[in-house]
Nanobody, 120 residues
Framework: QVQLVESGGGVVQPGGSLRLSCAAS????????MDWYRQAPGKQRDWVAR???????NYADSVRGRFTISIDNAKNTVYLQMNSLKPEDTAVYYC??????????????WGQGTQVTVSS
């Protein structure tokens, strides 16, 4: 089994910053990619950012230049640094991983989500 646990959400004023973390644990042999998604109330879950095993990153247009995804391979933890936050960034943020387990299976687990609220 592979588990993902997000943390770091909270309430912040517009223009503020937050850093989210997502720690992967379990029988992990390799992490091919990790993604952040978000889901606002009443809306679909949208992709936010991705980091690949080699370190390449990609971002949704709505967050490019404000958010930065990074990974600590030793800790199997991905981070999302969010700067210049806007009210429209308010959502539950989820991480998702593309992993190969110790026994050779390919899994794509999700975390439980962490709430980010941007409000004055």
């Amino acid at each position: 089994q592979v588990q993902l646990v997000e943390s770091g959400g909270g309430v912040v004023q517009p223009g503020g910053s937050l850093r989210l973390s997502c720690a992967a644990s379990g029988s992990i042999a390799s992490i091919y990619a990790m993604d952040w998604y978000r889901q606002a109330p009443g809306k679909q879950r949208d992709w936010v950012a991705r980091i690949l095993e080699g370190g390449n990153t990609n971002y949704a247009d709505s967050v490019r230049g404000r958010f930065t995804i990074s990974i600590d391979n030793a800790k199997n933890t991905v981070y999302l640094q969010m700067n210049s936050l806007k009210p429209e960034d308010t959502a539950v943020y989820y991480c998702n991983a593309d992993v190969r387990t110790s026994w050779g299976s390919r899994l794509a687990p999700w975390g439980q989500g962490t709430q980010v609220t941007v409000s004055s």
